[in-house]
T-cell receptor
Framework: DGGITQSPKYLFRKEGQNVTLSCEQN?????MYWYRQDPGQGLRLIYY???????QKGDIAEGYSVSREKKESFPLTVTSAQKNPTAFYLC????????????FGDGTRLSIL | RKEVEQDPGPFNVPEGATVAFNCTYS??????FFWYRQDCRKEPKLLMS???SGNEDGRFTAQLNRASQYISLLIRDSKLSDSATYLC??????????FGQGTELSVKP
């Protein structure tokens, strides 16, 4: 059953700690994305990757880092430099054809302890 | 001006009502348009792609007006299960999806 798996579903971060959110897809999609959603707000793009070993900053990349060592995986690290990390984080992927809709994982909810 | 702007909502309608959402986009070169549905505390799910000729899927109709740069979503015979936030989404020239802030719909018995 193809899809996008995000883990964990809930995550708590202590002050000064880095945490990593996992995103795995078995849809054979080339492009993968990370978004952040705050209550009552739209989705904002953090990072995206069109191909393995390459990624670009989105609109709000500061305080975050990513890697794309495998096509299936696009982990997001929320670093201690991100001072307001509490949000709903969504990973998405899309096929290589242009202008295709993105498909989302079920999200990770990150909170500060 | 935001790249994608939606009706602010919330829309509170009775079951069986017809409701329409509008969305405007600022980049006239935008090529692809979508409506997503997002339930509370869940991920967005693709509802419809919006084609230039307009398209219909059961009770849902999407239309695109390129000249006026707006997209609409019409829901007929609203069900309780239609209660959700509806996101208007546009591909910009750089190949990135731009999301509207969403319009909340609440269908009451």
């Amino acid at each position: 059953d193809g899809g996008i798996t995000q883990s964990p579903k809930y995550l708590f971060r202590k002050e000064g700690q880095n945490v990593t959110l996992s995103c795995e897809q078995n849809l054979n999609h080339d492009a993968m994305y990370w978004y952040r959603q705050d209550p009552g707000q739209g989705l904002r793009l953090i990072y995206y990757s069109q191909i393995v070993n390459d990624f670009q900053k989105g609109d709000i990349a500061e305080g975050y880092s990513v890697s794309r060592e495998k096509k299936e995986s696009f982990p997001l690290t929320v670093t201690s430099a991100q001072k307001n990390p509490t949000a709903f984080y969504l990973c998405a992927s899309s096929p290589p054809q242009i202008n295709q809709p993105q498909h989302f994982g079920d999200g990770t909810r990150l909170s500060i302890l | 001006r935001k790249e994608v702007e939606q009706d602010p909502g919330p829309f509170n309608v009775p079951e069986g009502a017809t409701v329409a959402f509008n969305c405007t986009y600022s980049n006239s070169a935008s090529q692809s348009f979508f409506w997503y549905r997002q339930d509370c505390r869940k991920e967005p799910k693709l509802l419809m792609s919006v084609y230039s000729s307009g398209n219909e899927d059961g009770r849902f109709t999407a239309q695109l007006n390129r000249a006026s740069q707006y997209i609409s979503l019409l829901i007929r015979d609203s069900k309780l299960s239609d209660s959700a936030t509806y996101l208007c989404v546009v591909y910009n020239q750089g190949g990135k999806l731009i999301f509207g802030q969403g319009t909340e719909l609440s269908v009451k018995p």
